[in-house]
């Protein structure tokens, strides 16, 4: 089997293999104040260093870190948290783009039912519209939300751009940032980001699924700008009830510890990898969607008339493993709203296949991939005749 869809989910590495291993060792409750809750409390302060540690040094004095069960919860976090610390007078503008993963659009979408404006952002051919953007600053801002790496396209925004005018005219406006396929792909730190919240999910970084966090900025705890979401028990220092996942969580910070010190070479192979897949695909007469700037482990193509899913589920009997979309929209009917946004049509979105890497691909795999394209290619296109 070659796994080449590396954004839906990622295997497990070493590191977390380990740290989960130690953590099964120990059963407490981390709100226990007995020797074994405060061994199981330790896990999760280890492993929310480690994570902070993968946002760049700096990141612990600046801002906490509050683990969720995925990002999907992060998010809901950082959005309804957002809305709901909202004062009666204050804006209700809430800036965001027009290609954001269901997380965030489907929030977005309840509060505007709730009266909230959502202003939504082109991101035609993968770049943020500055204009339109520009053109929103007409009136007070919320809260910004924007993704860093497109999830379908691979489409590295420009968010710092964005956050920068953003706050440049409303210091006040709250800005977050779904980070989940671009931590650990694509440098960056949240002063360098301008975020004040930032949801990261532990399954995209070789940590298993079922756990995620939410960096907010001191800024923002100090000035009470967000509230939790979930209540209850107090746990995550009041911000997020329940009890915590200390397996996942010790998973999640033992991923980021080995992938950190590592990231510049691996990203470099992974870059050198989607470069010889897309000069390969293209020679082939696939056509490759490549955005003004892209993340180094997605490569999205559009098939010549072969509905994704006959190439997705050949390639599938063949060993090869890509997508026919976001894991969380393979299975819907309807078009992806980011690839529309992108400017593909409904037709050539069903034509479409994403291509993710990981760390564990190599070039043979991308001759794999070549030699099932091409075979894909010559027996689907035969049938259709
Ligand atoms: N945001 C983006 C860009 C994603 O790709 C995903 C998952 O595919 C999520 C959010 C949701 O993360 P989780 O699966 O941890 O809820």
């Known amino acids: 089997m070659i796994y080449l869809d590396h954004s839906a989910t990622t295997p ?93 659009s489907q929030a977005l979408a309840r509060l505007s039912e709730d009266g909230f404006e959502i202003v939504r952002i082109p991101t035609r051919g993968g770049a943020l519209d500055m204009a339109a953007l520009d053109a929103a600053l007409d009136k007070p801002v919320l ?31 709250v800005t977050h940032c779904d980070a989940v396929q671009g931590f650990l792909k694509t440098p960056f730190t949240p002063m360098t980001l301008g975020a004040d919240l930032i949801t990261l999910s532990g399954h995209k970084v070789h940590a298993p699924k079922g756990v995620g966090a939410l960096y ?52 470099a192979a992974m870059e050198s990898l989607r470069s010889e897949g897309e000069r390969r695909v293209r020679d082939m007469g696939i056509a490759v969607n490549t955005p003004v700037c892209h993340a180094p482990h997605i490569l999205h193509i559009t098939l010549p008339h ?3 899913e006959t190439m997705l589920h050949f390639l599938s009997s063949e060993g090869l493993c890509v997508s026919s979309g976001s894991a969380c929209s393979s299975h819907a009917s309807h078009p992806s709203d980011a690839l529309l946004a992108f ?37 689907l296109v035969r049938i259709k005749r």
């Open 12 to 104: 497990l590495c070493e590191g977390a293999r380990q740290a989960m291993a130690e953590a099964m060792t120990c059963f407490g409750n981390p709100s226990s104040l007995h020797i074994e809750g405060l061994r199981a409390q330790k896990l999760l302060e280890q492993a929310r260093r480690q994570v902070m540690q993968g946002l760049g040094g700096h990141a612990e004095r600046q801002g906490e870190l509050f683990f969720t069960s995925c990002g999907t919860e992060a998010t809901s976090l950082a959005l309804f948290g957002t809305a709901y610390a909202k004062k009666r007078r204050e804006a209700c503008r809430i800036i965001t783009t027009d290609s954001e993963h269901p997380s965030v």
């Open 143 to 173: 809260l910004a939300s924007m993704m860093m790496v497109n999830n379908e396209t691979g489409a590295r925004y420009d968010v710092e751009e964005a956050f920068r005018r953003i706050k440049a005219k409303y210091p006040e406006a």
């Open 216 to 267: 907010v900025s001191k800024k923002i705890l100090t000035a009470k700008r967000l509230v939790p979401f979930l209540v209850g028990g107090g746990q995550e220092r009041g911000m997020r009830s329940g009890t915590e996942n200390v397996i996942g969580i010790a998973g999640f910070g033992g991923a980021v510890a080995e992938l950190s010190p590592r990231i510049k070479e691996e990203l």
């Open 306 to 308: 072969i509905k994704s």
């Open 343 to 379: 400017g593909l049509s409904a037709h050539e979105a069903d034509c479409s296949l994403r291509i993710s890497l990981g760390r564990e691909n190599t070039p043979s795999d991308i001759d794999a991939l070549c030699r099932g394209l091409q075979a894909g290619l010559d027996r």
